[in-house]
């Protein structure tokens, strides 16, 4: 059911990542609270949403989004949960997938979007979590 | 770190890769096929956000020609019981603006909006709304105006109730009046209010408002009559400027009215109307 949620969320804020990069922060959600597999085969997913939905090339978001969600699953095993560390490895994790774009396909670098993603990024994983695992954060 | 894992991981990077080796056509039918089944649930979503874009957007135009629908119908209206020979037809115009600003308290009645000079807005220019009268144009910045509402004690509009046919001042005081109306003047609770066209400023035909109470005073000429205003200035947040030919069709009764030569070396006695 909680996998259903995810892809129903996906589809959800995809025509809106642009203003919040809502898709990262749910791929982060997704990746520290769900089993590995599941975990990267959506992060695939995502990625391969995002190259339809904003077709620059096929398979470049898909990659990305698959190489860094494998690097957050290797992490997550020597990561405390904590708010203030989750924040960190957040925007460390979002910062790194921003700046690959950047560099690779010339995507502009919006400043604003980036802060709003992390300023909301707390918020949005309470929530999911009081949702999905009636709690408000995992300490 | 578990083998399922890995090889899930290398499948996926491997289709990524592939997807990246395409050349540009495979990659554009793939992505078409891909985008048809996979991105559907999308594009109903943004299908139904543009729908709703664009109707707001045909709402607004509509609501534009409306107003000048209503404007040029009251000034058709009114002069089919007049000579109309040599009359040009007024075609008012109407430009939408956006209230930046406005007074929290509402004490003097003024409100900010997004044009100026630059949309060649003038002093004293009419403004309305969807619902009818709001006031007019006392300030012209480069990009910004001020507009005097009807909530302004300082504003004056000469009216007539549209049942009627009983002319008078509107101004504010405590509350929204209609002054002028002698006592044994007939009017009635609910009889509509609007512009006279009486004026060198407004257009005829824009509700004001509507007879709320009439009440007698120790006045012995007239009585008080206090109106509801159709238009909530705290409530609006888009306006309409009224661009006019009023002043061309006084010109021409000025034009009329002058008298031949040799009286044209006379001072003229008829006022100049400006903007």
Partial sequence: MRYLIYFLLLYIFLPFNHVVDILSILIFFVIFNEDNRFALIFSFFNGLLIDLY??????????????????????????????????????????????????VISSPFNIQTFLITVFVFLPAVMILNRTLFKIWMRI | MLRHQLTIFSSLVIISIIFLALGQEADFSISMRLSQVLLFPVKIITQYLQ????????????????????????????????????????????LKAQVIGRDPGNFDGFL??????????????????????????????????????????????????????????????????????????????????????????????????????????????FKEVRLIPSVKINHIFFIHLVFGSKTKNLQKETKRTTAPFPLQNLKPLIPEFKR
């Fill in chain 1, 54 to 103: 904003h077709p620059v090339s096929l398979g470049f978001n898909t990659l990305i989004y698959t190489a860094f969600g494998m690097a957050l699953l290797y992490l997550k095993q020597f990561i405390i949960k904590d708010p203030l560390t989750t924040l960190i490895t957040f925007t460390i994790f979002y910062l790194s997938k921003t700046i690959v774009i950047h560099i």
């Fill in chain 2, 51 to 94: 729908f709703l874009s664009i109707s707001k957007m045909r709402i607004d135009e509509l609501e534009t020609i409306v107003g000048e629908l209503k404007l040029e119908n009251t000034e058709l209206k009114e002069r089919i019981s007049y000579d109309t020979t040599g009359y040009e037809p007024v075609n008012y115009k109407l």
């Fill in chain 2, 112 to 221: 900010y909006i997004d044009k100026g000079k630059a949309d060649s807005l003038y002093i004293n220019q009419p403004v309305t709304a969807s619902n009818g009268f709001v006031g007019k144009v006392k300030y012209v910045g480069d990009f910004y105006s001020i507009v005097e509402t009807i909530e302004n004690n300082g504003i004056a509009i000469s009216a007539f109730d549209a049942k009627t046919g009983v002319y008078g001042i509107v101004r504010k005081e405590r509350y929204l009046i209609f002054d002028y109306i002698k006592i044994y003047d007939e009017i009635n609770i609910g009889d509509s209010i609007y512009t006279s066209g009486m004026s060198e400023i407004f257009p005829p035909g824009i509700l004001i408002g509507t007879v709320q109470m009439i009440r007698k005073t120790n006045d012995l000429l």
